[in-house]
């Protein structure tokens, strides 16, 4: 099974470790140095090969053709790189001339550049040099799942896709830029099934091979693995232990992420000794190349992820899947010109559809950490799959639940506290620890032997230190027939993620009903009236359910953690005429692969599967669907994908209502309305309809570049990171052929166009809108005809008849005679109207 470009890196990683830790103890007593990312004004190798490529297509044709197709490009000469990388050391040699530094990466494809541990003092010298274009800090970025247990209390989950994709995605190469994967899991493995299933001709990337990632881990599924940590190294950070120095992932996340996407189809969820049915990516027989650059202690670096894109781009994936976002904001003078989104967008340049997570930091407005137009950015919402538990009271009260856990089959069983159970030599009764049942040697066996135990969940679990995994140990232990937790009173606010268990038991995730619990439970204990003590344990209770789904209509919805727009154009919080988030896909309670070393989550470690939420779970479900649109139309630009997947978003739940955005941390239930544009782009992605868009609008290189130079005071920063000169021409944000309209300020009144291209049969569109308040809207034409492959302009007059300083929302749609709907969004965030006598 093993590729013949596996190729042994074990050497070159620990040469680079060692020096760094050798570099470090010399640079590092410096306290000033820091790893800088250099670029130079000499344009990168992706840059020359697309140039010539989109000069053979030239733009305005009007046939399918326009769509170029890099796989048939060679995309790199292999002595380039090199060459490259030994003009970044003489360049550091000549002007740090017998000083101290430690080149970390040079950049070659996507940026020409560096990454280099320097003084500041070395690296202003480094940018007064004229062949450096920018000298950017490097900043640290991380994961978006949230795992702490906080998230939603409503016992959710979602597989996928079941059944109906045994081919789907093959071909196609997705990576994705992550913790590693675990490539031992079955969800990776190739030999499902004896049909041909090579890896694609176009893909040329390697695997490491090392201790933790032997020879043969790759496989035709898995295509390509390889890891970046340089700027983790040096900074003395990384932790060979928990982080490995190889591809293989001790975190769970990539593994979680990798199998969403492109996991094989039908693999059985066992957790904790139960079934939860099977698992399958959305597209099942994609391929996987795995570029880690996050790691389990410390998250990640710019440094390290920019190479990882890099390395993506040149070995010709098709599709690369970032679940990460940056901690901060970039600063400047606007958020699009960072070192991640300036490569990502000559990854776009070269046919590359990027997906990011929007971030978790949801429900505010301006959250989201994934900015730019270029760059196709995912909220998570829920999804319509419950496990719902509850337990029922010997008093006939039924209160719900959270676990993911087996019932007592209708039998009804003595409660016992932790509290009224100590063994007869342990002290300090008082001690709420006591009650979290973390240790059977403090407990009375003879009294919770065949008894539900009840025990406290406490801020000691939230902080991790608390188990439920240790609490069922000690159950267990006992021989008690199960579990009941409930809420400390300290806990209140907090929400939880179902929790696997493998006896029967149930989490009371609500302080309220944890009240009510515990008085049915004291009430029912019968005392001794001269000394008190208890007698008899009178309360019995039945826990039901816990283990099989059952499906709720009010789904999708916007999870109140989802990072909301407006996308913020810059740090002074002025809104950008591009909509972010594009669209929401599931990602809350997401099942999915899970990695056999994992150490992310608690609950779930030596699983091989784990329930996740965060928008780190909604973006890998588009990476899938997009290697499934990949498939199906070749030649589609990622503006084209992106179109395709945002104009046929679901705008309604299952119960037929608008799709609800939740809007607080607690309560969020409670605390929810329609979902707008800023919560959820352009709706909830629409599988199937995304692979019959009808209408597509595209958007090419030199657009997104007319669109940067058309931001004030870009024109540098422009060149420096593009080594291309702004023009006269400019693009105006509302102006980019976007499927969507989104106006950061509208001063009275605006016209913007949009072409579409019909990849659909002929059809005859009707056009009908509805207005954001105080806008007016005209759309011109109101009816046209097009026939396969023709485009069509439509013309969009908004004029303000209020002033309002409050985001406010429409909605254009076209509808087709032969099926086809077209949704595009229309928010218009500031509003100001002329004076009467204007
Ligand atoms: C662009 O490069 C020039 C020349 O190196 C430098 O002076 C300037 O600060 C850079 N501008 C930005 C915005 O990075
Ligand atoms: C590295 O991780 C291991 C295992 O988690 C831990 O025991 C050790 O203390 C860590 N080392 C450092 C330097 O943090
Ligand atoms: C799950 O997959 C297994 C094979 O891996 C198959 O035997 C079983 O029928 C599948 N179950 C369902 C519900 O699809
Ligand atoms: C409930 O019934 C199932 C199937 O009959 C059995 O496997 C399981 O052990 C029972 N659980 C309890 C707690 O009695
Ligand atoms: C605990 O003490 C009581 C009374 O002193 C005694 O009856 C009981 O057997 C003891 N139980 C254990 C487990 O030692
Ligand atoms: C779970 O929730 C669904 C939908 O809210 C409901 O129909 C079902 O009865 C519940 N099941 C249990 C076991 O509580
Ligand atoms: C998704 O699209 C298909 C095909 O256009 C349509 O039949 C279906 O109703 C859509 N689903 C939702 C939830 O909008
Ligand atoms: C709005 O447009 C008017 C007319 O073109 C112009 O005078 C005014 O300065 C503009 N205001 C802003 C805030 O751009
Ligand atoms: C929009 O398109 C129309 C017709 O093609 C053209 O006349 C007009 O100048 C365009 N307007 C803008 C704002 O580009
Ligand atoms: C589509 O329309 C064009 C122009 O009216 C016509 O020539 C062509 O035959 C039509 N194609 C189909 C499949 O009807
Ligand atoms: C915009 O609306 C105002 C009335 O609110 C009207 O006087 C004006 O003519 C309109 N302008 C355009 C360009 O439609
Ligand atoms: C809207 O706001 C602008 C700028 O503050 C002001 O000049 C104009 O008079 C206001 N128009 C209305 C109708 O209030």
Redesign the pocket.
């Known amino acids: 099974m093993g590729l013949k470009k596996e190729k042994n890196e074990l050497n070159f990683i620990h040469i680079l470790f060692l020096l760094a830790s050798f570099v470090c103890i010399i640079l590092c007593q410096d306290e000033d140095t820091g790893v800088y990312i250099v670029t130079l004004k000499q344009a990168p190798a992706a840059h020359f090969y697309f140039t010539q490529l989109t000069k053979k297509h030239p733009s305005k044709n009007t046939s399918l053709s326009t769509f170029h197709n890099p796989r048939n490009v060679s995309r790199s000469d292999p002595h380039y790189g090199s060459y490259v990388a030994r003009v970044h050391d003489s360049l550091l040699k000549k002007v740090l001339k017998g000083q101290k530094y430690l080149k970390l990466y040079s950049y070659h494809y996507l940026i020409n550049g560096f990454a280099v541990l320097v003084t500041p003092g070395q690296a202003s010298r480094l940018s007064g040099r004229k062949e450096v274009a920018n000298v950017v800090l490097d900043y640290s970025v991380r994961t978006t799942t949230t795992h702490t247990p906080q998230f939603l209390g409503l016992p959710q989950g979602a597989w996928p896709l079941e059944g109906g994709f045994d081919s789907a995605g093959e071909g196609i190469v997705i990576g994705f830029i992550d913790t590693g994967i675990d490539p031992t899991h079955p969800s990776f493995s190739d030999n499902l099934d004896k049909n041909a299933y090579p890896v694609p001709q176009h893909f040329s990337g390697i695997c490491e091979v090392t201790r933790d990632f032997p020879s043969g881990s790759c496989n035709r599924k898995l295509v390509g693995a390889r890891h970046f940590a340089a700027s983790a190294i040096t900074r003395g950070i990384f932790n060979a232990s928990q982080d490995y120095a190889s591809p293989f992932d001790g975190d769970g996340h990539g593994t979680h992420t990798a199998s969403i996407a492109s996991g094989n189809h039908g693999i059985p969820v066992c957790v904790a000794g139960q079934l939860f049915g099977n698992a399958s990516g959305m597209a099942p027989r994609s391929h996987i190349a795995v570029y880690k650059a996050l790691y389990k202690s410390f998250g990640g670096f710019a440094a390290d992820v920019v190479a990882a894109i890099d390395q993506a781009a040149q070995d010709g994936v098709d599709i690369i899947s970032l679940s990460i976002t940056p901690n901060r904001r970039p600063p400047g003078v606007a958020t699009f010109f960072n070192p991640i989104d300036m490569a990502l967008l000559t990854a776009v340049k070269a046919g590359i559809f990027v997906v990011q997570a929007a971030g978790n930091t949801g429900p505010g407005p301006g959250s989201v950490s994934s900015f730019s137009p270029w760059i196709f950015t995912v909220g998570a919402a829920s999804h319509d799959r ?1 496990y ?3 337990i029922c009271l010997g008093n006939n009260l039924n209160i ?1 639940g959270v676990g993911l856990a087996p019932g007592s089959n209708d039998t009804a069983y003595t409660l016992v506290s932790a509290t009224h159970a100590l063994s007869n030599d342990t002290a300090a009764k008082d001690d709420m620890y006591l009650g979290e049942c973390q240790d059977a040697s403090l407990l009375n066996q003879d009294l919770i032997a065949g008894n539900l135990l009840i025990c406290s969940y406490s801020v000691r679990f939230v902080l991790g230190v608390s188990t439920i995994k240790q609490a069922l140990e000690t159950a267990k232990n006992l021989s008690a027939a199960g579990v009941v937790f409930y809420m400390d009173p300290f806990v209140i606010g907090f929400q939880l993620n179902p929790t696997p268990m493998d006896i029967p038991g149930i989490i009371i995730p609500s302080a309220n009903d944890s009240k009510v619990f515990l008085q049915y439970y004291n009430s029912s204990l019968l005392r001794d009236p001269i000394t008190n003590n208890i007698v008899k344990f009178g309360a019995v209770a039945s826990i ?3 283990v ?1 789904p ?4 009010s789904a999708p919805k916007v999870m109140y953690y989802s990072a909301r727009g407006p996308d913020p154009e810059d740090n002074s919080l002025n809104a950008a005429d591009i909509l972010k988030p594009n669209v929401v896909a599931p990602g809350n309670s997401i099942w999915a692969a899970w990695s056999s070393l994992g150490t992310q989550s608690i609950e779930f470690q030596g699983e091989e599967f784990a329930m996740m939420s965060g928008t780190s779970m909604a973006a890998p479900h588009i990476a899938g669907l997009a290697a499934l649109i990949k498939k199906k139309f070749p030649g589609f630009s990622p503006a084209a994908i992106a179109s395709a997947l945002s104009t046929t978003a679901s705008l309604r739940d299952k119960n037929g209502g608008p799709i609800m955005a939740q809007r607080a941390y607690s309560n969020p239930d409670v605390n929810q309305s329609p979902a707008t544009p800023f919560d959820m782009g352009s709706g909830f992605v629409n599988a199937t309809a995304a692979l019959d868009p009808g209408l597509i609008f595209d958007t090419s290189y030199d657009d997104y570049f007319s669109f940067l130079c058309g931001i004030n005071g870009s024109a540098p920063v422009v060149l420096n990171y593009t080594s291309q000169s702004c023009g006269v021409s400019t693009l105006d944000g509302p102006d980019l052929n976007l499927p969507s309209i989104t106006l950061g300020k509208l001063n009275q009144t605006r016209s913007v166009n949009r072409t579409v291209l019909n990849i659909g049969p002929n059809e005859t569109f009707a056009v009908g809108w509805s207005a954001p308040y105080g806008v007016s809207v005209k759309v011109s034409p109101t009816r046209f005809f097009i026939t396969t492959g023709d485009r069509q302009v439509l013309t969009v007059h908004l004029n303000a008849t209020l002033n309002n300083t409050a985001a406010t929302y429409g909605r254009i749609g076209l509808f087709g005679d032969q099926g086809h709907i077209v949704n595009i969004p229309i928010s218009v965030v500031l509003k100001r109207t002329y004076n009467a006598s204007y």
């Open positions: 419950v719902n538990n509850s719900s039901t359910g816990g099989k059952s499906y709720t209509a």
